[in-house]
């Protein structure tokens, strides 16, 4: 599977901003997809995920309520809607992929994008 992450960019504190994950796979296989966000000297951090059906849904503390996650019925995209950002949103957000569950961790996920960058002005 391959996963290419894009529509990063440059956003006022408490703007909008979408991203998508676009995943190559079988049509017949089902990946759990996740969203991370890391910048330099720091761990991956959980940002939201999508069970493989897309019908769980789990966020990181620092984005519920903000962010909304969701999935095509094909599972080719991945959305991440970000809204009411904050300047400590600034970040290259990741999405991964693992052919199990859900992971809250980084570690579990086998399949890794380019990051996308997103940043918010103050």
């Known amino acids: 599977v391959q996963l290419q992450a894009s529509g990063g960019g440059l956003v006022q504190a408490g703007g909008s901003l979408r991203l998508s994950c676009a995943v190559s796979k079988h049509p017949f296989a089902a990946y759990a997809i996740a969203w991370f966000r890391r910048t330099l000297r720091r761990e991956r951090e959980f940002v939201a995920a999508?069970?493989?059906?897309?019908?769980?849904?789990y966020y990181g503390d620092s984005v519920q309520g903000r962010f909304i996650i969701s999935m095509t019925n094909d599972g080719r995209t991945v959305d991440l809607q970000m809204g009411s950002l904050k300047p400590e949103d600034t970040d290259t957000y990741y999405c991964?992929?693992?052919?199990?569950?859900?992971?809250?961790?980084?570690?579990?996920?086998?399949?890794w994008g380019r990051g996308t960058e997103v940043t918010v002005s103050s």
């Open positions: 991964a992929a693992r052919r199990s569950g859900v992971a809250l961790m980084a570690g579990p996920y086998d399949y």
């Open positions: 999508i069970s493989p059906t897309g019908g769980k849904t």
